[in-house]
């Protein structure tokens, strides 16, 4: 099972990115998928949650309003819009599968992708 995760980059505060996560090996369709992300040498915070219906979100209160996930299970796919981008959103994201609980934290999720960096700058 592999979850890869794409679409960091370099952006200047106030623009936009959109990541993706596609899953391999198996489906996700019923399953829990997040989005954290972290600094070095620091905890991995959550970011956003969506469950298997995809109706079902959560949002860390400093994302709500900017950030949106969303999922095309046929695809095996979760993304993370992100809009209205600040510095201290700058971090390595990682997207997530598997969490018996919403929105979970980062012990809570038996996948994890490899991480993109997303880098803000004012």
């Known amino acids: 099972v592999q979850l890869q995760a794409s679409g960091g980059g370099l952006v200047q505060a106030g623009g936009s990115l959109r990541l993706s996560c596609a899953a391999f090996?198996?489906?996700?369709?019923?399953?829990?998928m997040g989005w954290f992300r972290q600094l070095p040498g620091k905890e991995r915070d959550f970011v956003a949650v969506?469950?298997?219906?995809?109706?079902?979100?959560y949002y860390a209160d400093s994302v709500k309003g900017r950030f949106t996930i969303s999922r095309d299970s046929a695809k095996n796919t979760v993304y993370l819009q992100m809009n209205t981008l600040k510095p201290e959103d700058t971090a390595v994201y990682y997207c997530?599968?598997?969490?018996?609980?919403?929105?979970?934290?980062?012990?809570?999720?038996?996948?994890w992708g490899q991480g993109t960096q997303v880098t803000v700058s004012s």
């Open positions: 997530a599968a598997d969490s018996l609980v919403m929105p979970g934290t980062s012990r809570t999720y038996k996948y």
């Open positions: 090996g198996r489906t996700f369709r019923g399953s829990v």
């Open positions: 969506i469950g298997w219906n995809g109706t079902t979100t």
